[in-house]
């Protein structure tokens, strides 16, 4: 069995009282797209400098082809970093500021000038190298960052949160770019976001971090249709969810009461117990719709409307269910369920219970 690319082993990092990082394990294969997403203080970005060297660890190790760099400097590390602010020289132009690493690392100019001409052009800013960073646009600026960073070949390539500080439209337009550089690169990259949309659209898999710890490792499509916990249920996509009582639980799935009515077959997270609370979580486009009590087979609810939304592409439904907690339906643009409903009028939510999922209460 071959070895892992890198490793991340039993990692923790203690700032006085306070635990930021407590026994993070992770493996990431050469040429992956890992990105650490989560809410801010989540353990995520500390995680990423400790791989940096820019901060020490209280415990653990990384290692990198089975060498460890705990005792390695920063700067001996050669791992690329790519910051939300752009860290860019000023007073140097856009080839300069491509080739500074090559100088530290004494390159003769020839080679110098090869490898930032194919930055360049890796970047789509050909052209541009006798700018200065004040004369180019957020997304260029970062466009040239990331050309620094990835000028010397490193081997891995730590990117925390650098599209933040852009517009939606400018964030969309770099992140295709940062996939498309990936994918002709293949380096790997370890990203940080608290953007989920942003961590589906570009990872391999992702690690999904609360207070410190991993909550679960999967691919995007793995982690919004299988959610280990509810933390991940909440953070990845849209969910809401009803309070219920576990009427029976076997192999993984549970049957369930919400007020008097049953829904049955439901996957199961944790230990349920008959006669123990939980919480259903539906997804809002998972659920169908029609005006009126009654009318849809299988798994449904009662609900009332309470707005309507228009967004594009999509309806947003709001509603208030029957047991009173806040639902979201999401129909497409012309679904002709939408043109027979307003606000006050009472609806049945139908969904297929395969699709939903119940947490037991903590």
């Keep these: 069995m071959s070895q892992p690319f890198l490793q991340i082993q039993a990692l923790r990092k203690d700032y006085g009282i306070v635990t930021a990082v407590q026994e993070v394990n992770l493996t990431v294969e050469r040429g992956e797209f890992m990105t650490f997403l989560g809410p801010s203080g989540s353990g995520k970005s500390t995680t990423l400098y400790i791989l940096a060297g820019f901060e020490n660890p209280t415990a653990g190790d990384i290692l990198l082809d089975g060498q460890s760099l705990i005792s390695t400097p920063s700067h001996k590390r050669n791992i690329g970093m790519v910051f939300q602010r752009y860290t860019l020289f000023p007073h140097l132009s856009v080839g300069e500021n491509i080739a500074f690493p090559l100088k530290v690392r004494r390159l003769g100019k020839a080679e110098i000038d090869a490898k930032v001409a194919r930055m360049l052009k890796l970047v789509r800013l050909e052209g541009f190298e006798d700018r200065k960073p004040a004369q180019m646009s957020g997304g260029q600026q970062q466009r040239v960052a990331l050309a620094r960073a990835l000028a010397y070949d490193p081997p891995v390539l730590l990117m925390d949160?650098?599209?933040?500080?852009?517009?939606?439209?400018?964030?969309?337009?770099?992140?295709?770019?940062?996939?498309?550089?990936?994918?002709?690169?293949?380096?790997?990259?370890?990203?940080v976001t608290h953007d989920q949309e942003e961590a589906l659209r570009l990872s391999d898999r992702i690690a999904v971090f609360s207070r410190g710890v991993i909550e679960q490792i999967g691919t995007g499509p793995e982690l919004y249709a299988n959610p280990a916990t509810r933390f991940v249920a909440e953070f990845v996509g849209d969910s809401d969810f009803i309070g219920c009582r576990i009427v029976a639980a076997q192999g993984g799935r549970a049957d369930i009461a919400i007020g008097s009515r049953a829904i049955r077959g439901v996957p199961l997270h944790g230990p349920g117990a008959a006669g123990g609370l939980a919480a259903l979580m539906l997804r809002p486009e998972r659920l169908s719709l029609t005006r009126g009590q009654g009318g849809l087979g299988g798994a449904n609810l009662a609900a009332t409307v309470t707005d309507i939304t228009f967004l594009g592409s999509n309806i947003h439904v709001a509603a208030a269910a029957e047991t009173g907690e806040a639902l979201s339906v999401r129909l497409p643009f012309g679904h002709e369920a939408a043109s027979r409903i307003?606000?006050?009028?009472?609806?049945?939510?139908g969904f297929d219970p395969a699709s939903a999922h119940v947490f037991v209460a903590s």
């Design 161 to 191: 949160e650098p599209l933040s500080a852009l517009d939606k439209k400018l964030r969309e337009e770099i992140q295709h770019e940062i996939r498309r550089i990936h994918q002709e690169t293949e380096v790997t990259i370890l990203y």
């Design 342 to 349: 307003s606000r006050g009028d009472s609806i049945t939510l």
